[in-house]
């Protein structure tokens, strides 16, 4: 049996224990835990605070499990229609569904109803928004490289599932933003060419809104998407836990060492506290902020619309790319096809592929088949950082169409100037997002050969015998000169000679010619510093010391 030591005493007979370690023993009889936790649970990692947005993920993804638990009990996800005679008089008589009824019931009625509620869609406010930063600090440090691309794939799988999670969740409800957003959904599904109607009929069991599509919703909310995503999850760790974690670079990390704490009891500890907080700062947040006031709202009406109906903030760049885009569409053999909404519905899940496929595009540039656990500085790697800047530049702009009816009623500018605004600045703002940041990028290497070679700048100036005026400047410590230069500058992939030896034109092919383009402009002189050489270095300390 692995793990397990039989004992004697001097006489013979088991010693006696106590009943902690015979429970022990007994679970690791039947379970064999002993060896697994005795291999993992004293596995290191290492520390950063940028490391923390993972744990947010997983909270506040345990969080919404715990309380969507709790309005299960309360919810009842019916299409069927009621007339209301509850506590809310202003609704008093009002015909609304089953499930809009029993959301206002459990806002109002049900003991700490409301508090769950709120935290409820707080916290899926909170999971999303650490699942993008989380993302970026990934994609920001190179952590995604060999061996852990299928673990960004894990994890991006997940982001997608979490942004239809939040849509069906905030569906669920039936007050009038829900039945808006189910509503704006269905004209995206009937933009598909052929099939459109069909599935939307399909979809909503006849006409929309018909009776169906709440309590469809329901299993796919409560237990299809978060059983999938809970499976991801458990995957994503354990492949965090296989790879083991990146680090940043510095004295003694290398690419086959992890510097840092033991699993058990420092991360088990800090993990355990970490939760609460997140829990703390999520229940604070269901307490005295409020979200989705659904009662003051109304139930849905297929032929009302609220002022200023936003969809929560994941799901607004989505609803940006539908807003600005001219009305297009195509009228031909009787049927049209509704362009101005398939296009956005279409480079939607494009935007986001473009972040799936990222790493592997990567790979091929660089053909760097080696394993990467020190995790890049973001200004070493200027075009992979200003390509996410860029990214999150055109996320902003679609965010700010998506809510052009706010901008334009808060700041009394006009709604057609805001959709110009973003119909160009869809085009101009990431492009001038990625030139700025790659020069940021290189302009923080160059400090950091500046700082290499000639130490940081104290602020004292100094007169020296001969009257000339210098300032002094600290060098280094070797711990700090090793992480600034550590990183690796690599060559760009090159095309091979064009003609072989016997004189033969050998014409490369077009994708190698693309990526040797694509290895210029990432790797290329115009983005990288070369880092300063030991020889430039030996040669200043030989000089007289001052600059
Ligand atoms: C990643 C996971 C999840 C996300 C992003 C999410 C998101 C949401 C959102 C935004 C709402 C609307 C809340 C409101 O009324 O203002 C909602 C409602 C709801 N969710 Fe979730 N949820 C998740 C997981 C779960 C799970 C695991 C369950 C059940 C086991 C659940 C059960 C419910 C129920 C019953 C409602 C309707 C109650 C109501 O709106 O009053 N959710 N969800
Ligand atoms: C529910 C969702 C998620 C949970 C609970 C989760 C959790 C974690 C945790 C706890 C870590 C280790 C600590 C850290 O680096 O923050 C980690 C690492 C990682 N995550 Fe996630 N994550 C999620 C979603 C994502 C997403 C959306 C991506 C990317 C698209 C992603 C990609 C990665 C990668 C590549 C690593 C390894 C990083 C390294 O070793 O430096 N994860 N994740």
Request: with cysteine; hydrophobic share 45%; glycine share 10%.
């Amino acid at each position: 049996m692995s793990g397990r030591i039989e004992r004697t005493g001097s006489d013979g007979r088991p010693p006696e224990t106590g009943k902690g370690e015979r429970l022990a023993d007994w679970a690791d009889g039947r379970l064999g835990i002993h060896a697994l936790a005795k291999a993992n649970m004293r596995k290191i990692f290492p520390d950063h605070w940028s490391f923390m947005f993972g744990e947010i993920c997983l909270y506040s993804f345990l969080i919404l499990i715990l309380t969507g638990v709790y309005l299960t009990l309360f919810f009842e996800p019916s299409g069927v229609e009621v007339v209301y005679h509850g506590s809310y008089v202003p609704l008093n008589g009002v015909r609304m569904t089953r499930a809009y009824e029993s959301a206002v019931n459990i806002s109002l009625d049900v003991r700490g109803g409301l508090l769950i509620r709120q935290i409820h869609h707080w916290a899926a406010i909170v999971f999303v928004a650490g699942l993008l930063v989380h993302m970026m600090r990934v994609f920001f440090t190179g952590a995604f490289r060999k061996p852990r691309e299928v673990n960004w794939l894990f994890g991006w799988t997940i982001l997608m599932l979490a942004l239809i999670t939040g849509l069906t969740g905030y569906s669920l409800p039936d007050d009038m933003l829900s039945g808006t957003g189910i509503r704006f959904a269905q004209g995206a599904i009937l933009s598909i060419p052929v099939i459109g109607t069909y599935l939307s009929f399909f979809l909503f069991g006849g006409e929309f809104p018909g009776h169906d599509i709440i309590s469809r919703l329901y299993p796919v909310h409560v237990l299809l998407l978060p059983g999938i995503m809970l499976g991801l999850v458990v995957a994503h760790l354990i492949l965090v836990f296989h790879h083991k974690h990146t680090q940043f670079a510095g004295p003694g990390r290398t690419e086959k060492n992890v510097v840092g704490a033991p699993f058990l009891p420092v991360y088990m500890a800090k993990a355990g506290g970490f939760f609460f907080l997140v829990f703390g700062v999520l229940a604070v947040m269901g307490a005295v902020a409020t979200i989705n006031p659904l009662w003051a709202i109304g139930p849905y009406r297929p032929d009302l619309v609220s002022t200023g109906a936003q969809p929560d903030f994941y799901l607004g760049f989505s609803e940006g790319l539908i807003r600005v885009m001219p009305g297009w569409e195509i009228n031909a053999w009787g049927h049209t096809l509704q362009l101005g909404v398939f296009i956005p519905f279409m480079l939607f899940p494009l935007i986001m592929l473009a972040i799936a496929v990222y790493p592997f595009i990567e790979a091929w540039v660089t053909g760097d088949p080696r394993e990467h656990h020190i995790a890049e500085r973001p200004r070493n790697a200027p075009v992979r950082t200003a390509i996410g800047v860029a990214w999150l530049a055109l996320y902003a702009v679609l965010l700010v169409g998506g809510g052009n009816d706010l901008w334009a009623t808060h700041f009394q500018i006009s709604i057609n100037a805001i959709t110009w605004f973003v119909r160009v600045g869809v085009f101009v703002v990431p492009a001038l997002a990625f030139v700025v940041t790659k020069r940021f990028c290189l302009g923080l290497q160059r400090r950091d050969r500046d700082k290499a070679l000639h130490g940081r700048e104290s602020g004292i100036v100094k007169r020296l015998p001969h009257g000339e005026y210098v300032e002094v400047h600290n060098p280094l410590t070797q711990a700090e000169l090793y992480t600034i230069t550590a990183h690796e500058q690599p060559e760009p992939y090159l095309l091979g000679p064009t003609v072989d030896a016997n004189g033969v034109t050998r014409r490369a092919r077009r994708s190698d010619r693309l990526r040797a383009r694509l290895a210029q402009a990432m790797y290329g002189p115009g983005s990288q510093i070369p880092k300063p050489t030991a020889e430039e270095y030996r040669e200043l300390e030989r000089g007289d010391g001052h600059h």
